[in-house]
């Protein structure tokens, strides 16, 4: 079966994720749906990745995503806070536009559209609002934690259920580099929170040990790390961009903590078993740090670094459990219906 993979990984002009968090979940959903012996491959509106990660078919646009979804057995909506309301300054864009588009192409291609592991915002403008029932509408919502799945529902979904982020499937386990040699703190902000970094928050993370600036969106007037960051960090306290997340990743593990607003820098974190600090009021890091029990904080001023803890075994377990069946159900459902 011939799966493609929509998600909100793009790649930039030097050849790497615009957001390294976008493509680990990528490249762990498309590593798991191969490890079931089906054929799959993400779509990427940028340019053509350099090296590494899962296979990407580069498109330019409405057609391209169109011939892309009549060539493919299943379209897979896949991973990330897909269901959010990201361009507020335009009236018709963003994610809104392109799951609602991708919804339709499905519709028209008479393929089969599922969401998988995907995170939902609170989203209040109409016009977002009707793209999002659009794309929702008669497909099969597998979302990544509980608020995701109240607030799917009230869009009018009939099918959503409980699964857990894609980050979290078996087959990362084998492409995440194993934690090693843990000293000092590492740091990943949204770049939203730039501005919280002080050179009294620094040097509380630098009496912690070696210090590392993880920036996991590069490569745009949105990176995390801008000049304000630049300012107050050493060069060598920077990972070099561009970066793959593989970078970011074994960074954090060799860490012997992270505090982060970056909801897929703390699901590494997780996964290798490193204290965290959540950062930020953001409804996904909430969101984290309640599943996960461990600790979030409003702002870096006055942070208690010492509260830093791993997340719960126990939640995890759950979460990885949740999104192996969430998987299985979309592709064997799938298979049934026809005959493979």
Sequence with gaps: MKVLVVSADRTNGEGAAWNLGD???????LGEIAARGHEAHAIDFGGARAAGGGDRSPAQGLKDLHRHVRSSDLVIVGGGTMLQDDATDRLLAGLPRLCAVTRASAWLARRPLAYFGVGCDPVDR?????LLRIAVSRSSVWVRE????????????????????????PNVDQLLPAPSDRSGAAIALNFRDEVELTPIA?????????????????GSALADVGPHTRSLVAPSELIPEPASWRTAASAIGK???????????????????????A?????????????????RADSLA????????????????????????????????????DGR
């Design 302 to 337: 006055g942070l208690d670094l010492g509260l830093a803890r791993p997340a719960d075994p126990d939640r995890l377990l759950a979460a990885r459990k949740r999104a192996v069946n969430g998987l299985d159900s979309i592709l064997s459902e799938i298979s049934r219906e």
């Design 255 to 277: 860490s012997s903590m992270l505090v982060a607003s970056r909801m897929h820098a703390l699901y590494m974190a997780a996964l290798m078993g490193t204290p965290v600090i």
């Design 23 to 29: 493509a680990f979940l990528t490249d762990a959903l």
């Design 202 to 218: 620094l040097n509380a993370l630098r009496k912690m040990g070696p210090l590392v600036v993880i920036g996991m969106s590069q």
């Design 126 to 130: 109409l016009s977002a609002r009707a």
């Design 279 to 295: 950062l930020g009021r953001s409804a996904k890091v909430r969101s984290f740090a309640e599943e996960f029990r461990v600790p």
């Design 146 to 169: 509980t608020n995701s799945l109240e607030r799917v529902r009230a869009l009018g979904s009939q099918n959503a259920q409980l699964a857990a982020d894609a980050c979290l499937l």
